[in-house]
């Protein structure tokens, strides 16, 4: 069974202060390890996906990284615009039954 | 563009009760999936469709049903309502033909509440 595991479950930083958000994922034949965001009210807004180790994207403050277990989402000098539930999902199915695990609730104080 | 747009955005139910949650996906999107977020949990997938056809199920009961219409809106039935029905509903559309490495666009979903 698919299982897709992040850390930590919560996380605060101080305005400016870098950190990372992990993802580790057991997708059998995986075909895209995804990243959404997810404000309260609000479904998960697309940010990336990576689809082999090595693999990177940017956008803006964040960067995301793939290895064969694992996945980073970096966070460069956040802004309390960036407070969000940061979502980590795998695909290895053949149609769209992604895997999400938990989430990463990111707080970002001013 | 209008995004993907989901109907209700609140309901409360019974138990025992029957919902219906509707959705229209982006125009020119003919893909429909529909999750199920528990709070504090991620979602899990329920069903896709694809030309109104379903392309995949997710591990849940045969209370929960679903069907595609020919402009591509899609409704999501749940009978028989439990407690632990209770959840936001997401709908999500994309953009060919459902295929597994393709980015979804979600709604805002259906916070269903069963008491």
């Known amino acids: 069974e698919d299982q897709v595991t992040q850390s930590p479950e919560a996380l605060r930083l101080q305005e400016g202060e870098s950190s990372s958000l992990n993802c580790s994922y057991t997708?059998?034949?995986?075909?895209?390890l995804f990243w959404y965001r997810q404000d309260p009210g609000k479904g998960p807004e697309f940010l990336f996906t990576?689809?082999?180790a090595g693999e990177e994207k940017e956008k803006e403050r964040l960067k995301a990284t793939l290895t064969k277990k694992e996945s980073f989402l970096h966070i460069t000098a956040p802004k309390p615009e960036d407070s969000a539930t940061y979502l980590c999902a795998g695909n290895s199915g053949g149609y769209q039954k992604v895997t999400f695990g938990t989430g990463t609730k990111l707080q970002v104080i001013p | 563009d209008a995004g993907v747009t989901q109907s209700p955005t609140h309901l409360i139910k019974t138990r025992g009760q029957h919902v219906t949650l509707r959705c229209s996906p982006i125009?020119?999107?003919?893909?429909v999936s529909w999750y199920q977020q528990v709070l504090g949990q991620g979602p899990q997938f329920i069903f896709q469709?694809?030309?109104?056809?379903?392309?995949g199920r997710g591990n849940f009961p045969d209370r929960f049903s679903a069907r595609q219409f020919p402009n591509y809106s899609s409704e999501l039935n749940v009978n028989a309502l439990l407690l632990g029905d209770s959840a936001l509903y997401l709908c999500?559309?994309?953009?060919?033909?459902?295929?597994?490495?393709?980015?979804?666009?979600f709604g805002s979903g259906t916070q269903l509440s069963v008491l």
């Open positions: 999500a559309s994309s953009s060919r033909d459902g295929a597994t490495n393709e980015k979804l666009f």
């Open positions: 990576l689809y082999s």
């Open positions: 469709y694809y030309e109104k056809e379903e392309r």
């Open positions: 997708v059998s034949g995986l075909r895209g």
């Open positions: 125009s020119g999107h003919k893909s």
